[in-house]
């Protein structure tokens, strides 16, 4: 309506004003009736009042008649009209006896009352000058309310509408400010975001959850567990770590941790000091799955993960990982390096992602039966890794020791400083071997096993001894000592382990075992150690007993107490190596602190261990080893490997700290690793690190684990691959 008002006085007054300057005579009654002297002005009225403008620059018109009731010609010649009103004329003359109508314009330009008037100035003798008074004003509350408009001076925000003003009741949500306040009517507390009904998108400014309180808004500061979502992140506030479990501890749910996403009821228990699923004992029944990473053969019978070690091989500070698959390459084996320098690969890639990978020399080498990593065998300061590779040359077998300063610029076996062969088919040199500085010159000495048969297993036992410093070309007849066990064992060329002072002299001892020697009974067995010394032993096929020390036996007639056994570094903080062996007639790990007094203190029965774990006669050792401090006390763990015995029990590990003195059961341990077939197990724990490394770099001790076993799909072609094999690295997040 505004509009069309406008536009009309814009033109009216166009229409008008052309006619500004023009003289206009009008005639009404062309009779002659006679001469009068003089005009005589008369108006039809005095005063004209406009009334009230819509609004500035609105155009209003009104008229009024101008009669000439004399004689002669009235002209008149001034027109003094006050702003903001107008007349369209300059002069007009108008015969005597005529009349005529003058519009007159108003057009406000401001919020206010205009009392004006308009002067005629003509020749009429008597009243020469004639006043008509001008009013009107423009509307200032259009709609009523009391409240003028912003643009009169007044704080109506809309005078269009009698209910909206300042004051008003306020109706929100309806988009309208009916008190003029300003302020978002979709944000009723003032927060600065709007009801999420009306606008969902926080980015947007809305997302409110709640729109009565100025403390509840997105991005807000929440406060767990006091019931209140303040940050509109329509979270769960009694689930912190949001795994979709509410807090135990608030009484709403079953989470046992509630600022840890991956802790939760049934979650996947890991080797991490915390309880991950709400039920029973930390660290407990841990699966393969809950390592961080693991990698895979690339085909069926790789054996990947028959042998692990861990050792710093590109000199970086950092712990670096390097594995043994012996079916590799059709048989010939391989050893696949993973460096830090790299990053590790993802979990689940195989050896194709990692640093390096070489293999054996022969078609059917088996490279990677045994690993391990010395600090320094030859003397150079720098570290070397050490291969077996027990079927090389019709199984007579070798080992090689490859400086780690080769094998990070892309070493293999061409580059090994010494070598070990076995002296006839079927040695099988390379199976198992470990270190011990038993004459405490600094540098690492070799010991190995070799059988002379043409049996892998269930044969007599070969001990070699290769001292630190004697670098070349040996065979397994010529090393600096050499030594047989008494009896067959199936068990005795698995778990070699590494030496430590047991008895606190400074030189590191060596641990060997013979599950079937009889000292008071038969098969009581007996757990031997060769006491480091600074003169080099040089035996040349005697037993090992004739040279080494019977410390333990069993009490009782077939106790096979030394099925397995193994010197374990300081558990307990005393400064002795412990000493671990095994009691195969009731499938007990037992743990006797070491200390001066075993050494020429006699044989012991085995029940003077000072811990023994109870598991049961099914259970058969793989190998005893050293653990990082997995319960955060400081101390370090040690560890006990059960065989895997196929597919139907897949393999264990059982990790012990040194002050849960004692008999205690599978329940008691500090933490277990208890692999399952849904894992694709089958000899998890064949193949664990002789020494603990960092292998992230945090400060903490890690766990290499190889299951040669493994048979999950390494190919995708959707099928188990057989024997394929898998290593599994458990960081240690303590």
């Known amino acids: 309506m505004r509009t069309s008002l406008l536009s009309l006085a814009v033109t009216s007054i166009a229409a008008l004003t052309a006619c500004k300057g023009d003289n206009i005579t009008t005639n009404i009654n062309d009779d002659d009736t006679g001469t009068v002297e003089a005009p005589n002005i008369v108006l039809d009225r005095r005063e004209i009042a406009f009334g009230e403008a819509e ?25 003094d009209i006050g702003e903001p009103f107008q007349v369209p004329y300059s002069e007009l003359t108008v015969r005597a006896g005529q009349s005529v109508q003058v519009t007159v314009i108003f057009q406000p330009d401001a919020y206010t009352s205009y009392d004006q008037s308009l002067v005629l100035t003509s020749n009429d003798p008597d009243e020469p000058e004639v006043e008509i008074v001008l009013t009107g004003s423009v509307i200032t509350d259009r709609d009523g309310d009391g409240h003028d408009r912003p643009e009169a001076g007044g704080d109506d925000c809309d005078d269009e509408d009698a209910e909206v003003y300042p004051g008003a009741s306020e109706e929100w949500y309806d988009g309208v400010d009916e008190n003029c306040d300003g302020l978002d009517d979709y944000d009723q507390d003032g927060d600065g975001y709007q009801t999420s009904v009306h606008q969902s998108d926080p980015n947007r400014g809305g997302g409110d959850c709640n729109d009565v309180n100025a403390n509840i808004y997105p991005g807000a500061a929440d406060t767990w567990y006091d019931g209140v979502d303040s940050n509109c992140d329509s979270s769960d506030d009694f689930d912190q770590d949001g795994d979709g479990y509410a807090s135990l501890a608030h009484g709403r749910g079953r989470d046992c941790d509630d600022s840890d996403a991956l802790v939760y009821p049934n979650a996947l228990e890991r080797l991490n000091g915390r309880l991950d699923n709400c039920s029973g004992d930390r660290d407990l ?70 640093s390096d990978t070489f293999t054996g020399v022969g078609s059917s080498d088996g490279l990677g039966s045994a690993l391990h990593f010395f600090d320094d065998f030859d003397g150079d300061g720098t570290g070397d890794l050490v291969a077996g590779a027990y079927g090389t040359s019709s199984n007579y077998g070798a080992i090689y020791l490859i400086s780690a300063d080769d094998l990070r610029t892309g070493g293999d076996l061409n580059d090994a400083h010494t070598s070990i062969r076995g002296a006839s088919s ?14 405490a010159d600094g540098l690492d000495d070799l010991i190995f096993d070799w059988s002379p048969y043409s049996q892998e297993y269930n044969n007599y036992i070969y001990i070699g001894l290769l001292y630190g410093g004697n670098t070349g070309s040996y065979n397994a007849s010529n090393v600096s000592a050499r030594w047989t066990s008494e009896n067959r064992t199936a068990y005795g060329y698995e778990g070699f382990a590494d030496g430590a002072d047991i008895n606190g002299d400074g030189y590191e001892d060596w641990v ?9 009974n038969t098969n009581d067995g007996g757990v031997y150690v060769l006491w480091g010394q600074a003169n080099h032993y040089n035996s040349s096929g005697s037993t090992f007993y004739s040279t080494a020390e019977w410390v333990v036996t069993g009490a009782d007639t077939y106790n096979r107490v030394g099925v397995m056994a193994a010197a374990i570094p300081d558990v307990n903080g005393d400064g002795f190596a412990e000493l671990a062996y095994w009691h195969g007639d009731d499938g007990d790990a037992h743990l006797m602190f070491g200390s001066a007094g075993l050494r020429g203190g006699g044989t012991r029965y085995d029940d003077e261990a000072d811990i023994v774990l109870d598991l049961g006669t099914s259970y058969n050792p793989t190998m005893f ?3 990082a401090d997995w319960d955060g006390d400081g101390y370090p763990e040690w560890g006990v490997a059960i065989d895997g015995n196929g597919a139907s029990t897949p393999g264990r590990l059982f990790i012990l700290n040194g002050f849960d003195l004692g008999e205690i059961d599978a329940d008691d341990v500090t933490a277990s690793i208890e692999t399952t077939n849904d894992d694709n197990n089958t000899y998890f724990g064949h193949a664990i690190s002789h020494r603990v490394g960092d292998v992230d770099g945090n400060g903490y001790g890690d766990l290499v ?11 995708g072609d959707s099928n188990d691959d057989a024997n394929a094999g898998a290593v599994y690295l458990f960081l240690n997040g303590l």
């Open 55 to 79: 609004d500035v620059n609105v155009l209003l018109q009104s008229s009024f008649v101008v009669q000439n009731n004399g004689q002669g010609d009235l002209n008149i010649s001034g027109w």
């Open 285 to 354: 029944e841990v699966t393969a799955g809950a390592a961080d990473y693991y990698y895979t053969a690339t085909a069926s019978n790789d054996r990947t993960g028959y042998a692990v070690a861990v050792g710093d091989i590109d000199d970086d500070g950092i712990d670096d990982i390097a594995y043994g698959s012996r079916g590799y390459s059709s048989g010939s084996g391989g050893i696949t390096l993973v460096m830090s320098r790299d990053g590790l690969p993802n979990s689940g890639t195989d050896l194709t992602d990692a």
């Open 426 to 439: 079927y040695y099988y040199v390379g199976r198992s071997l470990a270190r011990a500085d038993l004459d």
């Open 512 to 520: 060997f075992f013979d599950q079937y020697k009889d000292y008071r």
């Open 625 to 627: 080893r050293p653990m």
């Open 705 to 715: 684990v190889g299951d040669p076993g493994y048979d999950g799909d390494v190919n």
